[in-house]
């Protein structure tokens, strides 16, 4: 900071001007904001993935226990279903899941009285398949060799799920977007009162032959080193918050909440957003002085 | 150099501050500006370093038709305009030399230019010691010096300067002048805007009266013994 060749010389005595403290802080805040929005996209990607790679290529067929003395029993209907499926073109493997398995999938829901053999518990039976499967001719022979079958074709509530993450990720996009315009504005605003404010020595290099660019390179790099300063703020304080959540997520015994946990890189894919809020807030600042400067003669 | 055919200025609706201005100053040629306060010698001037364009007429600028110049060619003609404005126009957070390094900086010139041009031209008008002053601590005498090495460190074809012996005392006002000589000496052409009689009459130069918005030359003679 001493040595005069790299000190900071600005022909505007910008620093001063009580909008520079505003515009560092707002810019932590949407760099804050739009980084958290950022981390919530890439854990709901995450999930997908994980979804998309443990239910593709299955079905589920669920037989339910029935009052109906007359039924046969649960598993000699079990026994049926798996025939029926094992002569299904497209099915690769059926097998049944014991009351065990299907207890230790119930538990977080029921807890350990999922295991209770008192309670009427379904049988499950997983399909792998290797190729399309006719489901809605399945479903039909399914329900006629053993009564209570449903079907649970995975492609339905894949969906589901891919469009809630589409969605969330809509939403994510919409959050940014709209910080991302308030900051624009904010930027506006801060340089117009920034040429207010300066009006005559503006309009004093102006006279004395400086270009536009000149007068707008001064505003950008102004602009740059308080919105680089926040945006670096705010990363950190997203990053931090970011980490905590992982730590107290993880301190959880609930296996039902998604892994919110972010990888190294993913956290890295998060320093773009103060690079983008800075060279945002520089081309609007230049745009603004510009745009301005052209009024004058 | 400058050429001004019937050229008016109003100001929005008002009437008429200057009007059928017309005159020709050659290349190197060294002209006071006079006229009663409110005449319209700062209109004028402010003419000349494009401030203002004219409600009508026809200013030609280093040859070229300013009404026909594109706003994007200005600034390179500016840059070839020094301007000593009324009141010096210094900025006020900028220490003296980078009050003058301005214009150098603007034209893009190197910082080991621009030091060392800086400093010269500040000895040169006495000012060797204040390099880093800021101008808010110097006399009234020593800011028109600022305002004249700001004015002439790009050596411009043109020097325009706005009443600069205002407000300092004859002793003053007359080495100003002379620094003003030195640069005309060097091929600049220079107008001088001035109330002040006394140094008309020491320097042999023509002069641009202004009365009733209208503008009368006076040859050299004339003016030394109007
Ligand atoms: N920006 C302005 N807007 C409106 N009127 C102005 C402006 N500048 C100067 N005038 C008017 O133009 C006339 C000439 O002013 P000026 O050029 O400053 O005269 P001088 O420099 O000779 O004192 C005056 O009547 C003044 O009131
Ligand atoms: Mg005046």
Request: with cysteine.
């Amino acid at each position: 900071m001493a040595l005069p060749l790299y000190r900071k010389r600005f022909d505007l005595p910008l620093a001063k001007d009580p909008t520079s403290r505003f515009l560092t802080w707002l810019t932590a805040l949407i760099v804050y904001l739009a980084a958290l929005a950022l981390a919530g996209a890439l854990v709901v990607s995450d999930m997908a993935r994980r979804w998309d790679s443990g239910l593709a290529g299955g079905l589920t067929v669920q037989i339910a226990p029935l009052p109906d003395a007359a039924a046969s029993p649960l598993n000699e209907r079990v026994e049926a279903a798996l025939t029926v499926l094992r002569s299904t073109p497209g099915v690769k493997t059926a097998n049944a899941l014991t009351s065990d398995d299907t207890a230790r999938l119930l538990e977080p829901w029921l807890g350990p009285e999922a295991a209770d053999p008192l309670l009427p518990m379904p049988r499950l039976i997983d399909v792998v398949t290797d190729g399309p499967v006719d489901v809605d001719a399945l479903t039909l022979r399914l329900k006629s060799a053993a009564p209570g079958a449903t079907l649970d074709d995975h492609a339905v509530w894949l969906a589901d799920l891919r469009n809630f993450a589409g969605a969330v990720h809509l939403a994510a996009l919409g959050v940014v977007a709209l910080i991302g315009g308030a900051g624009v504005m904010a930027v506006v605003f801060a340089v117009r009162a920034g040429l207010a404010i300066h009006r005559h020595v503006v309009e004093l290099l102006h006279l004395m032959g400086a270009t536009d660019r000149y007068v707008a390179r001064q505003f950008e790099s102004h602009v740059m080193s308080l919105t680089l300063r926040g945006g670096l703020g705010g990363l950190g304080l997203a990053l931090a918050t970011l980490v905590g959540i992982g730590r107290a997520s993880a301190g959880l015994r609930a296996s039902l909440l998604p892994n919110v946990s972010l990888e190294v890189w993913q956290m890295g894919l998060l320093a773009i957003v103060p690079v983008m809020a800075c060279l945002l807030a520089m081309v609007t600042a230049r745009w603004t002085v510009l745009r301005t400067l052209e009024t004058l003669p | 150099m400058i050429r001004f055919e019937n050229v008016g200025l109003r100001y929005g609706t008002g009437p008429e501050v200057l009007r059928d201005i017309s005159f020709t100053l050659p290349p190197g040629s060294f002209h006071f500006m006079t006229g009663a306060s409110g005449a319209g010698k700062s209109s004028l001037l402010k003419l000349m370093y494009l401030a203002h364009r004219p409600s009508r007429g026809l200013i030609t600028l280093f040859g070229r038709d300013m009404a026909r110049a594109k706003r994007g060619d200005l600034p390179a003609l500016r840059r070839q305009i020094g301007v000593v404005f009324q009141d010096f126009a210094l900025l006020d957070h900028l220490s003296t030399l980078d009050n003058v390094a301005l214009p150098l900086r603007m034209s893009g010139a190197s910082e080991a230019d621009v030091v060392e041009h800086c400093t010269e031209i500040l000895r040169w008008v006495g000012l060797g010691n204040h390099l880093h002053a800021l101008p808010s601590t110097l006399s009234g005498g020593q800011q028109q010096r600022v305002a004249i090495a700001r004015s002439v460190i790009n050596r411009p074809r043109l020097l325009l300067a706005d009443e600069p012996t205002g407000n300092v005392d004859d002793g003053i006002g007359m080495r100003l002048l002379y620094l003003f000589e030195e640069l005309h000496k060097l091929g600049t052409t220079v107008v001088i805007a001035t109330h002040n009689e006394a140094l008309i009459r020491r320097f042999d130069h023509p002069r641009l009266h202004l009365e009733n918005g209208r503008l009368h030359v006076m040859p050299a003679q004339a003016a030394r013994w109007a």
